[in-house]
């Protein structure tokens, strides 16, 4: 019986060698190796010919989201779980749209790993419904355009609006109308609500 080739992209040391062990202990399972960082994610995964990946969304230099793009973009036949502490709104939605085959929370049970792997490397997918839910509320949200992201983006670092109108080279009154089609879209009323929304969403990083 040929084993699934199991490969792991996280940058925490203990987690690639938490999964080592755990993949080892099934006889169906092979692990192929780790990488520790997005960068350079596509060429590790071609090289040691995984079946599956593991990739974690939050990494230092190159996050998940744009790994998994990358990989993909050099195979995309190339079948990808994603692991995640959290199952933010954002990070759900953009991985399952880019092409991630599953989602998996760092502290969903063993069992259901390995059902994940085992289900991908067969050509399914694994979302589970908590997940899939998730992805349902996100498609129904009119999305933020990538000006009101980056407007967030500079509130988050504690930016006024001066400061912002600067950054993005426009007018305070142009930021001031970002701001309420933020609101407008988030369902919030002022600019604190709104990155308060957009962080637990997952649409900014806490500065």
Not at 1 to 25: N, P, Q, S, W
Not at 28 to 39: A, I, K, M, R
Not at 40 to 69: C, H, N, W, Y
């Amino acid at each position: 019986m040929r084993k699934v080739r199991v490969a792991v992209v996280d940058d925490h040391e203990v987690v690639c060698i938490g999964l080592k062990y755990t993949i080892g202990v099934f006889k169906d399972l092979e692990f192929v190796g780790s990488h520790h960082d997005g960068e350079g994610a596509a060429d590790f995964v071609r090289e040691v010919q995984s079946d599956v990946t593991l990739l974690d969304i939050r990494m230092p230099t190159k996050d998940g989201l744009v790994a998994l793009e990358e990989i993909l973009a050099s195979d995309p036949a190339a079948k990808v779980i994603m692991l995640s502490t959290v199952g933010t709104e954002e990070d759900v939605y953009r991985a399952l749209e880019l092409g991630a085959k599953g989602y998996v929370l760092k502290d969903d049970r063993t069992e259901n790993l390995i059902e994940a792997i085992r289900t991908v490397a067969q050509g399914g997918e694994y979302v589970p419904e908590a997940i899939r839910r998730i992805y349902a509320a996100r498609q129904l949200r009119q999305p933020l355009t990538p000006r009101e992201r980056q407007t967030l983006d500079l509130l988050s670092l504690g930016s006024s609006n001066r400061e912002i109108a600067e950054e993005m080279g426009i007018s305070e009154d142009a930021v001031k109308n970002h701001f309420r089609r933020i609101n407008e879209k988030l369902g919030t009323k002022d600019r604190v609500e709104a990155l308060s929304v957009a962080l637990r969403r997952g649409l900014v990083r806490a500065g």
